[in-house]
């Protein structure tokens, strides 16, 4: 766990990191050096909660909340490997603002988290805090997560979007490039639980054309499904977009 940490407070201000923390996780350092987490899963909350060892935790522990100050946390919806209820608790610092539709208000009071450092959020509204800019968009998650979000960020000049837990709305596109040319993209391959597979991935990147694409939501749980080497014969036969299958704790820094 410390070997992330180190990676982290050691990436070169100035620039933009991307550090996978694996199923559709994701931690941002900026210029300035404050720290923006998306969706981050550290615990093995789901398959106690879930009671099912389809839900077991596949991929190693990377990162101990205890360890890490974030300026920002971004849950974008309620389920538990988005909105871990044993690793948010530990991550909120007095000064980290949470940001999360009001599908986890309960889990807000139920976890004891200071109110005055949570906003509620939904499609459209727009938060800027530490250098960052950051607009929520639409998803399409199915009844059982109707406020889920996605994630526009920029920071830096540089435009970062996490589509979210979502299927195929290529009717979308343009909220995701509302602001501009998107320098990475974000989206999941599971395929199930109303997500994009691995061709749906392929095909919202060719509709935005981003700079690079990055698969998530896959390894984590037997049960998820998502196959990083379909995704990867897709994207070779089906597109020219630069993309990148990042493994647990590796560092993308833009422009490099």
Known sequence: MTNLIKCVNDAQLGKIHIFSLGQAGFLIKNAKGNLLAIDPYLSDSVERVEGSVG???????????????????????HHRDHFDIDSVPMLMRQKTLLLCPSDCYEDVVDKHIKID????????????????????????HGDGAPMAV??????DGVRIVEVGDTRLRLDRVNEIISEGKVNVL??????????????????????????????????????????????????????DLEYLLMTQGEKFTIGE
């Open 55 to 77: 839900f077991k935790r596949l991929l190693p522990k990377i990162l101990n909340p205890n360890d890490i100050s974030l300026d920002i946390l971004i849950c974008t919806h």
């Open 117 to 140: 450092n949570v906003k509620f959020i939904a499609p459209g509204d727009i938060v800027e805090q530490g250098g960052f800019k950051i607009k929520f968009i639409n998803c399409d």
């Open 150 to 155: 996605g994630v526009l960020i920029e920071a």
């Open 186 to 239: 974000i989206a999941p391959i599971n395929g199930a639980y109303g997500n994009m597979n691995e061709r749906d991935c392929v095909e919202l990147a060719n509709a935005v054309k981003p700079n690079i694409v990055i698969p998530c939501h896959y390894g984590m749980f037997a049960s998820h499904g998502g196959n990083p080497g379909e995704f990867h014969k897709i994207i070779t036969t089906e597109s």
